[in-house]
């Protein structure tokens, strides 16, 4: 990799996520040798991919170059690659441009999409990720109503116009919330010799709520908010299948659809070497312990989304968003410093700063530790929040101009089929 040796201690990180980031930024100009690795040269912001999904916003400017990140900090090294294997006992991990010695291993990998093991619903859904993904959906999207001003098949046209969501968590109320406004404001207007109000948006919620991890009156909010919009919501409804055609569930309940997407769960993005029962957990999750070490070992460490901290408040470790990770990765950073320096290390203590969702404009739910809100103030709350924590002065401009331009005209220009995505229909 061409990595020069050095005498400081060498720190390799896997992933350039929140974590990753964090910690990265955390020991960037301390005496220690960063090396950051990840399949991408950017990191993602991926709160805002719904956004990338329905035109509201271009991938860059939810994404920024990780060299760009650590430019001006000494020591520190990023290659592209992906991590094959982590040799445990070698202190060594394999990867596709190479072999790389460490003195300390940081796990940052993150998360994939979990489809509980159906391969049927994972080659036809849709996933959302990533950029890529993201952009596929968009393309999908846009060419679903093109394609349904070329048929004379009311099913089908339907179908190309009906969208089910499965799950009803953030992503998935913030994606729907997102499409109906599309329906509303923008496909007449585009699609004048369509009747775009056939087009369906559903949202199918295995438990018996949306937002299951906000509050109560944050959840029955969100429902109001999107059935206004005209969203569908199903609760305790389960899909159990898609062929890519026909959504089966466990009740009598079908959709035809020509797009599912999955927005039904996560699970932890393991590594060979990491991987068995003795470091897994619930949600193929690394077990870690209060000072992010993975189990078994002092000098490897896991943090983010791939990370379970279990405790009794927790008792599947920190939830899987942006804000455990940036503080396990920052206090990582001390601890990784404080094992150098031979002092005590300090137990990570989580801060929940609260959650939120936006259901389209002037709607959204906040929930924070002391003060529940939703409506007006939250969709602001939520819209200074995400400016605040994307990365670059230029992707803060840029998204803010973007949100302010599609507020006042009611827009979105980025409904661009770039990279067209076509996949074989059963209709």
Request: aromatic residues 10%.
């Amino acid at each position: 990799m061409n990595i020069p040796r050095t005498s400081f201690p060498r720190v390799v990180i896997i992933g350039g996520g929140f974590a990753g980031v964090a910690l990265a930024k955390k020991l960037s100009k301390q005496e220690v040798q960063v090396v950051l690795l990840d399949k991408n040269n950017y990191h993602t912001f991926q709160p805002l991919l719904y956004q990338v999904s329905t035109g509201g916003l271009e991938p860059d400017s939810i994404a920024y170059p990780i060299r760009k990140i650590l430019k001006d900090f000494p020591n520190f090294y990023f290659r592209l690659a992906s991590v094959e294997e982590i040799d445990t006992k070698k202190n060594k991990i394999k990867t596709n441009i190479g072999n790389l010695k460490f003195d300390y291993l940081v796990v940052a990998s993150g998360s994939k999409t979990n489809y509980f093991g159906n391969s049927e619903i994972e080659k036809h859904s849709m996933a959302m990720k990533t950029i890529p993904q993201s952009l596929n959906l968009r393309s999908l999207i846009l060419e679903n109503f093109e394609d349904a001003l070329l048929t004379s098949d009311l099913n089908e046209r339907n179908a190309l116009m009906n969208f089910v969501i499965v799950g009803g968590g953030p992503t998935g109320v913030e994606l729907a919330g997102a499409l109906a406004e599309i329906k509303k404001g923008i496909l007449p207007k585009d699609y004048p010799d369509l009747d775009t109000r056939l087009a369906q948006i559903h949202i199918v919620q295995s438990g018996d709520c949306i937002l299951k991890g906000m509050s109560a009156k944050a959840s029955q909010k969100a429902e109001d908010f999107l059935e206004k919009l005209g969203v569908n919501i199903w609760t305790n409804v389960r899909v159990t299948n898609y062929d890519g055609k026909t959504v089966t569930t466990n009740t009598d309940l079908t959709f035809e659809t020509a797009t599912l997407v999955w927005a039904a769960g996560v699970k932890g993005a393991t590594i060979k070497g990491l991987d068995s029962e003795d470091f897994v957990t619930h949600g193929n999750r690394i077990i870690v312990n209060e000072f992010n070490q993975i189990k078994g070992f002092e000098h490897l460490f896991a943090i983010g989304d791939i990370a379970s901290m279990i405790s009794e408040e927790h008792p599947h470790g920190f939830p899987m968003m942006a804000q455990p990770a940036i503080q396990q990765g920052d206090q990582l950073g001390d601890n990784l410093l404080r094992i150098i320096e031979e002092k005590p290390l300090r137990p990570f203590l989580y801060k929940d700063k609260g959650v939120m969702a936006t259901i389209g404009r002037n709607r959204a739910v906040v929930d924070l530790k002391h003060f529940k809100f939703q409506g007006v103030f939250a969709w602001y709350v939520w819209m200074f929040v995400h400016l605040f924590f994307l990365i670059g002065f230029r992707n803060r401009m840029v998204v803010f101009v973007n949100w302010v331009y599609n507020y006042v005209r009611f827009d979105r220009e980025a409904r661009l089929i770039i990279r067209p995505f076509k996949r074989n229909r059963k209709f």
